[in-house]
């Protein structure tokens, strides 16, 4: 699976859009982007994922550069819920195994 | 929406006790999953089961064994629980990966945090 990059933290105010980004440089062809976040002490929760196009659902905006080369999740309105740390991950999407390695993340914190 | 439960979000057991692990999802998902997340260690792939009665180690078996007697249901052993077993413990599952469109997403259950005194 391809590796990607995250900051390590970002703030954002209570209300506003929060624009987490991802570098995966070395993605290939068939590997699918996907979001993960979690809270403190719980386990990881799906968020979105793509392939090419933006994707959209009522959690997250994804939006994909037209060389596959980086992303952005979008919270439109963030909330103070939101404060959590969110993994980038790329991987082929035919096997579900053991190939989902979560690196370090990056830390929301929301602020009112 | 997918729901995974595992059945104890706290334990604490004895060093060399038997400790069970229940997951269950609702899904009708075939893959299920046994996770160990640690800090600065990430999510370690303990086992997981593509279908029922089958199962795979990943890349930490030692120590654990698993059962999966009904598709909804996976359960984690720990054959004699060790110090180095206290963790927090992740069951999660999937579609089968004919499921192409989906993009095969995997979900996590809340997680069980153990304790081994």
């Known amino acids: 699976d391809a590796k990607t990059t995250q900051p390590p933290s970002m703030d954002c105010a209570e209300g506003r859009a929060a624009n987490l980004p991802c570098n995966h440089s070395?993605?290939?062809?068939?590997?699918?982007v996907y979001w993960y976040r979690q809270i403190h002490s719980q386990g990881p929760q799906y968020i979105i994922h793509?392939?090419?196009n933006n994707e959209t659902n009522e959690m997250a905006s994804l939006i994909i550069t037209e060389d596959r080369k980086s992303s952005t999740l979008i919270l439109p309105h963030a909330t103070l819920r939101d404060t959590a740390v969110y993994y980038c991950?790329?991987?082929?999407?035919?096997?579900?195994?053991?190939?989902?390695?979560f690196g370090g993340g990056t830390r929301l914190m929301v602020k009112p | 929406d997918v729901k995974v439960t595992q059945s104890s979000r706290y334990l604490v057991k004895r060093t060399g006790e038997k400790v069970f692990l229940e997951c269950v999802q609702d899904?009708?998902?075939?893959?299920m999953f046994w996770y160990r997340q640690d800090p600065g260690l990430g999510l370690r792939l303990i086992y997981f089961?593509?279908?029922?009665?089958?199962?795979e180690k990943g890349d930490i078996p030692e120590g654990y064994s698993v059962s999966r007697e009904k598709k909804e249901r996976f359960s984690l052993i720990l054959e004699s629980a060790s110090t180095n077993q206290t963790s927090m413990y992740l069951c999660?599952?999937?579609?089968?990966?004919?499921?192409?469109?989906?993009?095969?997403?995997?979900?996590f259950g809340e997680g069980s945090w153990l304790t081994v005194v």
């Open positions: 991950i790329v991987r082929v999407a035919a096997w579900a195994g053991n190939m989902l390695t």
């Open positions: 899904m009708d998902h075939e893959n």
């Open positions: 070395t993605i290939s062809g068939n590997e699918y």
């Open positions: 793509g392939l090419k």
């Open positions: 089961s593509y279908d029922v009665k089958m199962k």
């Open positions: 999660a599952s999937s579609p089968k990966e004919g499921f192409r469109l989906s993009g095969n997403t995997i979900y």
